[in-house]
């Protein structure tokens, strides 16, 4: 039975034909998951919000009262809240993309596995027809044989009497 190229690309047990979020087969929700815990895991995300929560904090504390849009009276509330949503939208998505990615590793894993496996087979008939190279060899004439199996021959030769050489050209 010939398999579709896109079920090498998912776990087994985890595919199902009604996937939610799926479109064109493209897991959006799952690819903007891992890019955004991607991008919360750099320097510069880190550096780009210091620096809009100090900006934001030294306006709002420095500002003309009418110019503030929160004020510090108020404990900075709607920087608490943005701050707050942006966590509470961070924790899930990040889990998502941790989970994506154990998904993959456990197929990669099973992926090393049979080649290891593929490759242990391999290693055992090489070795098994080495040995069986081995013992043909074993059986195999060497020069050294060949050459006293020659010399015992010629000395037999050289032993006989002439006579029947004689008999046969007279």
Do not use: C, H
């Not at 995300?45 to 809009?52: A, C, N, P």
Request: a neutral charge.
């Amino acid at each position: 039975m010939a398999r579709a190229a896109s079920d090498f690309d998912a776990p087994k047990g985890l595919r199902s034909p009604i996937v939610p979020f799926r479109s064109s087969g493209t897991d959006r929700v799952g690819r903007f998951s891992e890019a955004f815990a991607r991008a919360m895991g750099t320097g510069g995300f880190l550096i780009g919000l210091t620096v809009i929560v100090a900006v934001w904090l030294t306006w709002n504390v420095l500002a003309p009262r009418a110019w503030q849009f929160d004020p510090a009276a108020t404990n900075f509330t709607l920087m608490t809240l943005i701050l707050s949503l942006q966590a509470s939208y961070a924790a899930p998505l990040i889990l998502l993309a941790q989970n994506r990615q154990d998904d993959r590793d456990r197929v990669q894993i099973e992926q090393d596995r049979q080649r290891a496996e593929r490759n242990l087979a391999d290693t055992e008939y090489l070795a098994r027809e080495v040995v069986a190279l081995r013992l043909a060899m074993q059986d195999m004439a060497t020069k050294d044989f060949i050459r006293a199996e020659l010399r015992a021959l010629l000395e037999e030769l050289e032993k006989e009497p002439e006579a029947p050489a004689t008999k046969a050209r007279s």
